[in-house]
């Protein structure tokens, strides 16, 4: 399986990355993992209603380029994922389950996509074939890589039938 993490903004903090390499490492003997960060726009204290919508929109379109949709970039489709906080929620077990049918269905690329500290613009919202939530809390978007890298490898783990932490 070919596994995209799209984001939005660098990790900038040496643990953060550390622990996305460890994780990177891992996967490495279940899936062909990348990472795909785009720039990130500065969102001044106190915008505006239309100025945080320009600031999704630019965001936006520079996910858009990569994102493997039947009408997007690149060759084939991909499943795509937006990581939102109104999105389904599901336990480790049942993300396991998903990623294994997508797989048995013939799905072989899966994208998640982590939006800016604004959230995504509508066009990306469009794209998604699944909203995921990890809570109704808000985690800093740095930590929310290692999160979801950590849960894609557990989802793994439990594919195979090997152990894992409950």
Known sequence: ???????????K???????????????????DLSIIEVQDEKTPDRAGEAEEAE???????????????SSGGGSGKA?????EINGKELGSVQLADKISSLGVNGVSHIQFV???SLGF???????????????????????MRVILLEQIYRSYRIISGEPYHK
Do not use: N, W
């Not at 600031?55 to 949709?69: A, C, V």
């Not at 909203?131 to 808000?138: G, R, Y």
């Open 1 to 11: 399986m070919k596994i995209d993490i799209l984001c939005v903004g660098k990790v």
């Open 13 to 31: 903090e040496s643990f953060y990355r550390d622990a996305i390499d460890e994780y990177k490492k891992r996967l490495s003997r279940y899936a």
């Open 55 to 69: 600031i999704k929109r630019k965001e936006g379109e520079r996910l858009l380029k990569y994102l493997q949709t």
């Open 79 to 83: 499943y795509i994922v937006t990581l």
């Open 114 to 116: 982590i939006g800016g």
């Open 121 to 143: 613009s509508d066009e990306v919202i469009s794209k998604a074939d699944m909203h995921l939530s990890f809570s109704k809390m808000t985690f800093p978007h740095q930590l």
